[in-house]
T-cell receptor, first 114, second 112 residues
Framework: QKEVEQNSGPLSVPEGAIASLNCTYS??????FFWYRQYSGKSPELIMF????GDKEDGRFTAQLNKASQYVSLLIRDSQPSDSATYLC??????????????FGTGTRLQVTL | GAGVSQSPRYKVAKRGQDVALRCDPI?????LFWYQQALGQGPEFLTY????????KSGLPSDRFFAERPEGSVSTLKIQRTQQEDSAVYLC??????????FGNGTRLTVT
Protein backbone atom coordinates (compact mmCIF):
# COMPACT_ATOMS: atom_id res chain seq x y z
CA GLN A 1 0.00 0.00 0.00
CA LYS A 2 1.37 3.39 -1.00
CA GLU A 3 1.75 5.86 1.85
CA VAL A 4 -0.28 8.56 0.07
CA GLU A 5 -2.98 7.53 -2.38
CA GLN A 6 -4.76 9.63 -4.97
CA ASN A 7 -6.95 8.78 -7.92
CA SER A 8 -4.85 9.58 -10.99
CA GLY A 9 -7.86 10.80 -12.98
CA PRO A 10 -8.38 12.59 -15.21
CA LEU A 11 -11.15 14.26 -13.28
CA SER A 12 -13.21 16.28 -15.71
CA VAL A 13 -15.50 19.07 -14.49
CA PRO A 14 -17.32 21.80 -16.42
CA GLU A 15 -16.30 25.41 -15.99
CA GLY A 16 -18.00 26.94 -12.95
CA ALA A 17 -18.53 23.62 -11.18
CA ILE A 18 -16.94 22.39 -7.95
CA ALA A 19 -13.94 20.07 -8.33
CA SER A 20 -13.37 17.64 -5.47
CA LEU A 21 -9.93 16.05 -5.14
CA ASN A 22 -9.33 13.32 -2.58
CA CYS A 23 -6.32 11.82 -0.85
CA THR A 24 -5.82 9.12 1.77
CA TYR A 25 -2.68 8.47 3.79
CA SER A 26 -1.42 5.53 5.82
CA UNK A 27 0.78 7.08 8.54
CA UNK A 28 -1.46 7.94 11.51
CA UNK A 29 1.33 10.06 12.96
CA UNK A 30 1.20 12.52 10.07
CA UNK A 31 0.80 16.10 11.23
CA UNK A 32 0.80 18.39 8.22
CA PHE A 33 -0.96 18.07 4.89
CA PHE A 34 -0.32 19.98 1.70
CA TRP A 35 -1.87 20.46 -1.71
CA TYR A 36 0.42 21.40 -4.59
CA ARG A 37 -0.63 22.27 -8.14
CA GLN A 38 1.65 21.24 -10.99
CA TYR A 39 1.17 22.41 -14.54
CA SER A 40 2.66 20.21 -17.24
CA GLY A 41 6.42 20.71 -17.43
CA LYS A 42 6.46 23.03 -14.43
CA SER A 43 7.39 22.65 -10.78
CA PRO A 44 4.89 22.01 -7.96
CA GLU A 45 3.33 25.18 -6.55
CA LEU A 46 1.86 25.27 -3.04
CA ILE A 47 -1.90 25.83 -2.97
CA MET A 48 -2.81 25.17 0.67
CA PHE A 49 -1.71 23.42 3.82
CA UNK A 50 -3.76 22.21 6.78
CA UNK A 51 -2.85 20.84 10.21
CA UNK A 52 -6.13 20.57 12.12
CA UNK A 53 -9.26 18.54 11.56
CA GLY A 54 -11.97 20.43 9.73
CA ASP A 55 -12.03 22.88 6.87
CA LYS A 56 -9.64 25.62 5.85
CA GLU A 57 -10.72 28.08 3.18
CA ASP A 58 -8.59 30.33 0.98
CA GLY A 59 -10.44 32.05 -1.84
CA ARG A 60 -11.91 29.44 -4.17
CA PHE A 61 -10.01 26.64 -2.43
CA THR A 62 -11.08 24.66 0.64
CA ALA A 63 -8.94 21.97 2.24
CA GLN A 64 -10.66 19.41 4.43
CA LEU A 65 -8.91 17.11 6.90
CA ASN A 66 -10.26 14.10 8.78
CA LYS A 67 -7.46 12.48 10.76
CA ALA A 68 -9.67 9.69 12.11
CA SER A 69 -10.39 8.56 8.55
CA GLN A 70 -6.87 9.49 7.35
CA TYR A 71 -8.42 11.52 4.59
CA VAL A 72 -7.69 14.95 3.16
CA SER A 73 -9.46 16.66 0.29
CA LEU A 74 -9.31 19.82 -1.78
CA LEU A 75 -12.40 21.53 -3.13
CA ILE A 76 -12.11 24.07 -5.92
CA ARG A 77 -15.19 26.24 -6.33
CA ASP A 78 -16.11 27.98 -9.59
CA SER A 79 -13.55 25.91 -11.50
CA GLN A 80 -11.75 27.74 -14.30
CA PRO A 81 -9.90 26.34 -17.33
CA SER A 82 -6.71 27.73 -15.74
CA ASP A 83 -7.24 25.28 -12.87
CA SER A 84 -6.52 22.40 -15.28
CA ALA A 85 -3.37 20.83 -13.84
CA THR A 86 -2.19 17.91 -11.74
CA TYR A 87 -2.90 18.29 -8.02
CA LEU A 88 -0.44 16.62 -5.69
CA CYS A 89 -1.32 15.69 -2.12
CA UNK A 90 1.68 15.67 0.24
CA UNK A 91 1.94 14.52 3.83
CA UNK A 92 4.47 15.26 6.54
CA UNK A 93 4.94 11.77 7.89
CA UNK A 94 4.92 12.38 11.62
CA UNK A 95 7.87 14.73 11.77
CA UNK A 96 7.55 18.00 13.64
CA UNK A 97 7.47 21.17 11.63
CA UNK A 98 6.19 21.96 8.19
CA UNK A 99 9.56 21.91 6.50
CA UNK A 100 10.12 18.24 7.19
CA UNK A 101 10.27 15.52 4.58
CA UNK A 102 7.08 15.28 2.54
CA UNK A 103 5.63 12.15 0.99
CA PHE A 104 3.70 12.86 -2.19
CA GLY A 105 0.88 11.03 -3.89
CA THR A 106 1.01 10.41 -7.63
CA GLY A 107 -1.33 13.32 -8.27
CA THR A 108 -4.82 13.75 -9.76
CA ARG A 109 -5.08 15.32 -13.18
CA LEU A 110 -7.92 17.85 -13.31
CA GLN A 111 -9.47 18.98 -16.58
CA VAL A 112 -11.88 21.92 -16.52
CA THR A 113 -13.94 21.93 -19.69
CA LEU A 114 -15.59 24.91 -21.36
CA GLY B 1 17.09 35.64 -6.20
CA ALA B 2 13.34 35.62 -6.18
CA GLY B 3 12.94 31.86 -6.31
CA VAL B 4 14.77 28.56 -6.22
CA SER B 5 17.04 28.37 -9.25
CA GLN B 6 18.17 25.09 -10.79
CA SER B 7 20.63 24.46 -13.57
CA PRO B 8 20.83 23.13 -16.13
CA ARG B 9 17.15 22.98 -17.08
CA TYR B 10 17.80 20.03 -19.36
CA LYS B 11 20.63 17.52 -19.39
CA VAL B 12 21.22 14.65 -21.78
CA ALA B 13 23.84 12.14 -20.69
CA LYS B 14 25.10 8.97 -22.24
CA ARG B 15 24.82 5.91 -20.02
CA GLY B 16 27.86 5.72 -17.80
CA GLN B 17 28.56 9.45 -17.73
CA ASP B 18 28.65 11.47 -14.52
CA VAL B 19 26.35 14.47 -14.12
CA ALA B 20 26.13 17.35 -11.63
CA LEU B 21 22.92 19.25 -10.99
CA ARG B 22 22.95 22.59 -9.22
CA CYS B 23 20.43 24.24 -6.90
CA ASP B 24 20.47 27.85 -5.70
CA PRO B 25 17.92 28.12 -2.88
CA ILE B 26 16.03 31.23 -1.86
CA UNK B 27 18.34 33.48 0.16
CA UNK B 28 18.05 32.79 3.88
CA UNK B 29 16.36 29.42 3.50
CA UNK B 30 17.91 27.00 5.94
CA UNK B 31 16.28 23.81 4.66
CA LEU B 32 17.02 22.31 1.26
CA PHE B 33 15.51 19.17 -0.23
CA TRP B 34 16.15 17.16 -3.39
CA TYR B 35 13.31 15.19 -4.95
CA GLN B 36 13.16 12.93 -8.01
CA GLN B 37 10.01 12.94 -10.15
CA ALA B 38 9.50 10.25 -12.78
CA LEU B 39 6.99 10.81 -15.56
CA GLY B 40 3.42 10.55 -14.30
CA GLN B 41 4.50 10.15 -10.68
CA GLY B 42 4.69 12.39 -7.65
CA PRO B 43 8.03 13.68 -6.39
CA GLU B 44 10.05 11.15 -4.38
CA PHE B 45 12.30 12.34 -1.55
CA LEU B 46 16.02 11.95 -2.07
CA THR B 47 17.85 13.95 0.61
CA TYR B 48 17.57 16.86 3.06
CA UNK B 49 20.02 19.51 4.30
CA UNK B 50 19.71 21.89 7.18
CA UNK B 51 22.35 24.52 6.46
CA UNK B 52 25.43 22.51 5.46
CA UNK B 53 24.46 19.39 7.38
CA UNK B 54 22.93 16.50 5.42
CA UNK B 55 20.40 15.28 7.97
CA UNK B 56 18.62 12.67 5.87
CA LYS B 57 19.83 10.84 2.78
CA SER B 58 17.55 7.85 3.10
CA GLY B 59 15.94 8.44 -0.30
CA LEU B 60 19.11 8.29 -2.38
CA PRO B 61 18.53 5.20 -4.57
CA SER B 62 22.13 4.01 -4.70
CA ASP B 63 25.67 4.94 -3.82
CA ARG B 64 25.96 6.46 -7.29
CA PHE B 65 23.98 9.42 -5.95
CA PHE B 66 25.75 12.02 -3.84
CA ALA B 67 24.64 15.46 -2.65
CA GLU B 68 26.48 18.27 -0.93
CA ARG B 69 25.87 21.78 0.37
CA PRO B 70 29.30 22.78 1.66
CA GLU B 71 28.57 26.39 2.65
CA GLY B 72 24.93 26.01 3.57
CA SER B 73 23.67 27.72 0.43
CA VAL B 74 24.15 26.26 -3.07
CA SER B 75 23.71 22.50 -3.33
CA THR B 76 24.89 20.02 -5.94
CA LEU B 77 23.40 16.61 -6.67
CA LYS B 78 25.89 14.35 -8.41
CA ILE B 79 25.02 11.11 -10.17
CA GLN B 80 27.89 8.87 -11.15
CA ARG B 81 27.80 6.31 -13.95
CA THR B 82 24.29 7.29 -14.99
CA GLN B 83 21.79 4.58 -15.91
CA GLN B 84 18.61 4.81 -17.98
CA GLU B 85 16.48 4.44 -14.85
CA ASP B 86 17.99 7.71 -13.58
CA SER B 87 16.04 9.59 -16.27
CA ALA B 88 13.64 11.87 -14.40
CA VAL B 89 13.09 15.45 -13.33
CA TYR B 90 15.20 16.39 -10.32
CA LEU B 91 13.52 18.99 -8.16
CA CYS B 92 15.16 21.12 -5.53
CA UNK B 93 13.08 22.81 -2.82
CA UNK B 94 14.01 25.19 -0.03
CA UNK B 95 12.30 26.70 2.98
CA UNK B 96 12.82 28.50 6.24
CA UNK B 97 12.60 26.18 9.23
CA UNK B 98 9.02 25.05 9.77
CA UNK B 99 7.71 26.68 6.61
CA UNK B 100 6.27 25.11 3.46
CA UNK B 101 8.59 24.12 0.63
CA UNK B 102 9.21 26.26 -2.46
CA PHE B 103 10.26 24.26 -5.50
CA GLY B 104 12.60 25.19 -8.32
CA ASN B 105 11.74 24.45 -11.95
CA GLY B 106 13.76 21.27 -11.92
CA THR B 107 16.39 19.67 -14.12
CA ARG B 108 15.11 17.17 -16.64
CA LEU B 109 17.74 14.44 -17.00
CA THR B 110 17.59 12.08 -19.96
CA VAL B 111 20.04 9.18 -20.03
CA THR B 112 20.48 7.64 -23.47
Amino acid sequence: QKEVEQNSGPLSVPEGAIASLNCTYSDRGSQSFFWYRQYSGKSPELIMFIYSNGDKEDGRFTAQLNKASQYVSLLIRDSQPSDSATYLCAVNGGHTGTASKLTFGTGTRLQVTL
Amino acid sequence: GAGVSQSPRYKVAKRGQDVALRCDPISGHVSLFWYQQALGQGPEFLTYFQNEAQLDKSGLPSDRFFAERPEGSVSTLKIQRTQQEDSAVYLCASSRLDSPLHFGNGTRLTVT
